[in-house]
């Protein structure tokens, strides 16, 4: 049986609560290998097993896109289980110890991104760089932390965006951004000079940089937030999934957690494939996949753009596409019950 102790919690907080009936059912759609498989025994399923236990029995040459979100080289519970901080050429010998036989299930023409803090990225990039092509290190401002009075505050991750070769494929107008225009320069006649001007304001598409001010690290208060203690951002899997993959690509995440690359991968169309060896984590994720099956948004993407944070006007479009996928399951509910 799962451990749960059910918290009490605020009336306004959103995270997704998991009862113990909840628990129990989502716990019959997780997947336990007992040998080597092949995709389409995985795909669109959640693996409860420690990776290194299944690690030779994946299929090779499946995955187009590689999602690793590792523990981090620092002392971290995630219930049950506890990782230990560890010297940086230990870390580094951890990382090698399973990393290329993970690379195994990629495709030739897959990319890979790893996720970091300042004390792992650099045991990162001096193993990745073995087996991968290093192609640039994301970073993204976590927007909360805490103070030190003898340090500067941490306040940002990593992501080592990798290629598998030479042949990839990475599409720059999926991800661009939505800022609004602080200096709205015009042409010759007076004509807004790549921005456009509207009632909410004046707006320029840009290109997406390695250095990402626009997350928002899921809280109370956010639908997509959950009790993992290290839960990225729905919209953070959004921009690396539009980047690196088409429309019916498979996703695969090693250290599944809550889910989200799941979550993502499949409100925007893709496979996936997540391993997690904490079950209740597990049922969390299967969790969010069925309450993706009436929900696709994702908070800061909108109208195919990505929205700087706290965006008025992005809410705004994310409110809309939102009631225009409600309103008519509203109205087909109301017209049975008329019925």
Known sequence: MLKRIEKVRAPKNRTIPLPPTEANLYRQNLLRL????????????????????????????????????????????????TFKEQPGAEYAAWLESWLPKLLRTLKPTASAYICGDWRSS??????????????????????????????????????????????????VNAVKLKR??????????G???????????????????????????????MPENTDHPTQKP???????????SRPGDLILDP????GTASVVAKKLGRRYVGIEFDQMYCCLAEKRLALAEREQTIQ????????????????KISRRSKAQKILPLFAERVGKRAR
């Open 180 to 189: 609004r225009v602080i200096a709205p320069y015009t042409d010759g006649n």
């Open 300 to 315: 800061g993407y909108a109208d195919g753009v990505f929205w700087e944070r706290n965006s008025v006007l992005g809410q």
């Open 34 to 81: 007992t040998g080597a498989v092949a995709p389409r025994d995985i795909e669109n399923r959640t693996i409860n097993q420690d990776l290194f236990e299944i690690l030779d029995w994946l299929p090779s040459a499946f995955v187009d896109l590689l999602f690793i979100d590792p523990p981090y080289n620092l002392t971290k519970s995630f219930n049950d289980m």
């Open 255 to 258: 250290f599944l957690g809550s």
């Open 191 to 221: 004509d807004p000079k790549d921005w456009e001007q509207s009632e909410n304001g004046s707006y320029r598409l840009t290109h997406p940089s390695n250095l990402w001010t626009d997350l928002t690290v899921p809280f109370w208060s």
């Open 122 to 171: 650099a045991a990162i990039h001096l193993v990745a760089e073995k087996y991968l092509v290093v192609r640039n290190r994301i970073t993204w401002e976590r927007e909360k932390g805490r103070g030190a009075s003898a340090n500067w505050k941490n306040s940002c991750e990593d992501v080592w965006f990798c290629t598998n070769s030479e042949d990839y494929y990475f599409d």
């Open 234 to 244: 729905e919209k953070l899997l959004a921009k690396i999934i539009l980047a690196s």
